[in-house]
């Protein structure tokens, strides 16, 4: 009986706790204390928070992702083309610098150099054909094909050795977001 009776007080003080939690959230969201602008950087602990939720789905997501042929030239000569004309103003490229675009977004876009090292190609191409929500990177499924998206990654993969002048060789020179 007295266990009985020590669970109730138990469940009772655990169901007041997750309402004062829930009050306490709906509370600050709808307060607007929370500082929204893409000029003010998020606080370490929510930039971990969203960094690691992100990483661990994209991990999950791109799961089971089969891999095609990737060191085709035609592929790579493709996907910097693709790459000069959609993804340079955010991401930079060997001798181009991230553009006024990209340089306003908070989170700020990673240079692709370093994703390319971070990322497996089925997670690049997740992430490419998918977007990430909330950081200005887009779903470009919604406009591109499967194949242009291998494309990119097979450029994608090939970014950590490439030198300025490959990157203007692949590109046919194509002028950069600040020309």
């Given amino acids: 009986m007295a266990a009985r009776q020590t669970w109730r007080w138990v469940s009772l003080i655990i169901g ?36 690691t939720a992100a990483d661990n789905s994209i991990k999950r997501q791109a799961r089971g992702i089969k891999v095609p042929k990737l060191n085709d030239q035609a592929r790579i000569q493709s996907g910097a083309r693709d790459y000069q004309e959609d993804c340079v103003v955010c991401h930079g490229a060997p001798g181009v610098q991230i553009g006024e675009i990209g340089r306003g977004l908070n989170p700020a876009p990673p240079e692709l150099i370093d994703a390319a090292e971070d990322f497996k190609p089925n997670e690049l191409f997740w992430i490419t054909k998918n977007g990430i929500r909330m950081t ?3 779903a470009w499924s919604k406009t591109s094909s499967d194949d242009e998206i291998w494309d990119i990654v097979a450029f994608m993969e090939k970014l950590p050795s490439m030198k300025p002048a490959e990157y203007r060789k692949l590109t046919h020179g194509a002028p950069t977001p600040e020309q």
């Fill in 16 to 51: 007041i706790i997750i309402v004062v939690v829930v009050v306490l959230a709906f509370l600050f969201i709808y307060s607007g204390v929370y500082n929204v602008a893409a000029t003010y950087p998020d606080r370490a602990p929510v930039a971990w928070a969203i960094g």
């Fill in 136 to 138: 200005g990177m887009p």
